[in-house]
């Protein structure tokens, strides 16, 4: 199988099975995996060895500082990196498979390196990946010179000192598929509220007709709102984002879109199919970054991003508590969109609620929260006057009452 795939000929004296690779891991070594939500993760060898413990561990922190804290020593030493790739070129240099993540940062700092070359992911793949290594620790740090979505700053390869390869592993095995959202009729209701303030922005000349880049979070309402950007009047749009998901290919395609950069693919297995059906089609138009440079709040705030993100709850006080990775975009966007129904479990419970059970954002950094009741849109607005509009606008009228009384509750006696 090693075809054009192991093209060195030092490294291609390594390749052994994913048992004996396992074997070249000792009990108890630290051990980082490639891969970024499910996409480039290695197959063979973490199943080798049974049990893993990723390093590292349990780590709840934003995804833009993850590579900074490991270089500063945050969370120990690194061992051993296990990291799947496309391709390993006659000079060593690695081609990138379906995500970057921090593949660089765990082949600089591991002691021993295993790579797992995947011949599931497309050959063509060399090109599509802009891997930048000029960050420095500060008090040495640099600008990061990226003023355009689409603009390279970097390599298109990984780098890895060959002398601490302990073992190549062939695999041809797919990454796990994202299902698409289901997209029901309250996601398109949100979609439709959500291009139309893009509408009302434009109009007032607060945004350009081809709007500023576009961070969509993963979940069945930014998937409508994709969509629905299919449909709309705006044109040459760009993303700036960590995942790639159908409804980003679907615009690539359509030719709305004219670039996404990101750090990973998130594709169904029916759009993993399309893209690796005609790869070259999207080279020049996809670009693969590190993590650390996808949703880096410098250039996020640089670029001026629209940033539209699900969320878990809003309250009175305008808090939201949202998963993923909102935390690099929302809090640097230029508008950011928080997204969801006005209640869960079959309408039993609301999402606006008095207090967030989590503070994911600020009500400093929340501009504009969307239900499928309405649109609550909170630039320069006081405490009051933000939790009037989110009742009034967002929260489902069963439940608006006992919010009401929330917000009167929570004034201070005279």
Known sequence: MTGDRILDDALATRVMSAEEAAAQIGPGEAVALSGFAGAGHPKAVPEALGEVREWPEDVDVRHSRVAQHAVSGFYGALDVAVVEVAAILPNGLLVPGSSVGNNQTWLDLADKVVLEVNSRHPRGFEGFHDIHHGN??????????????????????????????????????????????????????????????????????????????????????????????????????????????????????????????????????????????????????????????????????????????????????????????????????????????????????SRIVPFVSRVDHTAHDVQVVVTEQGVADLRGLSPAARARRIIDRCAHPDFREQLIEAVESARPSR
């Open 136 to 349: 420095r620790l500060p008090p040495l740090r640099a600008p990061i010179q990226l003023t355009t979505p689409m603009q390279r700053i970097g390599d298109p390869y990984l780098l890895v000192d060959p002398a601490k390869v302990v073992a190549v592993v062939e695999t041809d095995l797919p990454d796990p598929g994202t299902p698409p959202s289901p997209i029901g009729d309250e996601s398109h209701a949100m979609a439709d509220l959500v291009v139309d303030f893009l509408r009302h922005e434009v109009r007032h000349d607060r945004l350009h007709p081809s709007l500023l880049p576009l961070h969509a979070g993963a979940g069945p309402v930014a998937d409508a709102v994709l969509a629905s950007l299919q449909k709309a009047e705006f044109e040459h749009l760009t993303a700036y984002t960590d995942t790639i998901r159908d409804g980003l290919l679907d615009l690539l395609d359509s030719g709305k879109l004219i670039g996404v950069s990101a750090t990973a693919f998130g594709l169904s297995e029916a759009g993993t199919r399309r893209f690796g059906g005609d790869v070259h089609h999207y080279k020049g138009r996809i670009l693969l970054r590190p993590q650390e440079i996808s949703n880096h709040p410098e250039v996020i705030r640089r670029l001026g991003l629209i940033a539209i993100d699900p969320m878990e709850q809003a309250d009175i006080h305008g808090n939201v508590n949202a998963v993923g990775s909102s935390g690099d975009f929302a809090s640097n966007a230029h508008l950011n969109f928080f997204v969801a129904p006005s209640t869960a479990e079959q309408g039993t419970v």
